[in-house]
């Protein structure tokens, strides 16, 4: 399954869920890292972890599993690494204090309607 393919998948997952903000960063070009960072955020940790579960019940059902999940147990910032996607799960609070958008700026915003 392609990176653009994988990063609709978890885009789906996260408006199922209502959340706020959803950014794509295509970081291809600057990090080997991976293809692309998908940001979003929730306003409470139910909501933070609920996105979570979705997306990775979304990526799980292609049979494509995480490689790793950080911070799901305090839910402020929960990062799903997926090889060619990385998914950030922000609380309000925490997406505005680590501005990955602004540590991201050399990769190219993608509007998700165009992916």
Not at 16 to 34: G, N, R
């Amino acid at each position: 399954m392609l990176s653009k393919d994988l990063a609709k998948l978890a885009i789906a997952g996260l408006d199922e869920k209502k959340a706020q903000d959803i950014k794509i960063i295509d970081i291809s070009e600057v990090s080997v890292m991976a293809d692309y960072f998908i940001i979003a955020s929730g306003t409470n940790r139910n909501q933070v972890q609920a996105m979570a579960d979705n997306v990775e019940e979304k990526l799980h059902k292609e049979g494509v599993n995480p490689r790793q999940i950080e911070g799901y147990q305090t839910s402020n910032w929960i990062l799903m690494d997926f090889n060619d996607i990385i998914v950030h799960i922000f609380n309000e609070e925490d997406r505005l204090f680590y501005n990955l958008e602004k540590i991201w700026m050399d990769g190219k915003i993608i509007d998700k309607d165009s992916l």
